[in-house]
């Protein structure tokens, strides 16, 4: 892990919007579809104390992955299961897209004032911006890999229409899974989720400036 002062006070702002509008969006699409156990768990709101689990804010910042608080729903108040579940798991990554692109319109917006002074603090605020845009895109893209319990195998599953008990045993054994898989990719070099080289590209196509 990197204690490194000034990296955390520009990655935490995005970190911070970042994961609390992805889990509230969650809450609210859970809310919207009939089930109201995210509502009464405190979890429709954008205080990020009600959805940032410690530990996995700390691994976000020391070791680049993490995890907030899961939104917990329950689909039996759900009209449509399969779909809604679907839906649900994909608001917060689309949530974290629409993010990453309005921070990506506010950089474009001060480049294309006319006359504007580039002084160290606006510098240092396009910095903090970027670095939003950036780890926006990336809880886009690691959210949407089909490995439990990231949003991407949820909305696998609900296309599969899996027994509840064969689901439940694949969620089990998801998250030491993902958790090898990093382990192995950050320390030997291996690329088998290819999240760097996605948000490079992404980041390329929507700030080419």
């Not at 009939?34 to 709101?45: I, N, Q, S, V």
């Not at 319990?149 to 030491?176: C, K, Q, W, Y």
Request: aromatic residues 12%; hydrophobic residues 50%; proline residues 9%.
């Amino acid at each position: 892990m990197n204690f490194d002062l000034h990296r955390i006070i520009n990655i935490l702002p995005g970190i911070l919007i970042g994961l609390t509008v992805h889990e509230f969006c969650h809450a609210f699409a859970s809310y919207k579809l009939g089930d109201h156990t995210a509502k009464e768990m405190g979890r429709l709101t954008f205080n990020p104390l009600k959805h940032i689990d410690p530990i996995g804010f700390l691994f976000i910042i020391f070791a680049g992955f993490g995890w907030a608080k899961p939104v917990r729903f329950n689909p039996g108040n759900l009209k449509y299961p399969r779909r809604d579940k679907a839906i649900i798991a994909a608001a917060g990554p689309l949530s974290n897209l629409l993010l990453a692109l309005i921070f990506a319109g506010l950089i474009w917006l001060i480049y294309s004032l006319p006359g504007i002074p580039f002084s160290r603090p606006l510098i240092g605020f396009i910095t903090i911006i970027y670095y939003g845009a950036m780890i926006n895109l990336g809880l886009f893209v690691f959210n949407l890999f089909p490995i439990p319990p990231l949003d991407g195998s949820h909305i696998v599953f609900s296309g599969l229409n899996l027994n509840p008990d064969t689901e439940h045993n694949i969620m089990r054994f998801g998250a030491p899974l993902l958790f090898i898989i990093i382990i192995v990719q950050s320390r030997m070099g291996i690329t088998i989720l290819p999240i760097g080289p996605l948000v490079s590209a992404m980041l390329n196509f929507i700030m080419p400036f």
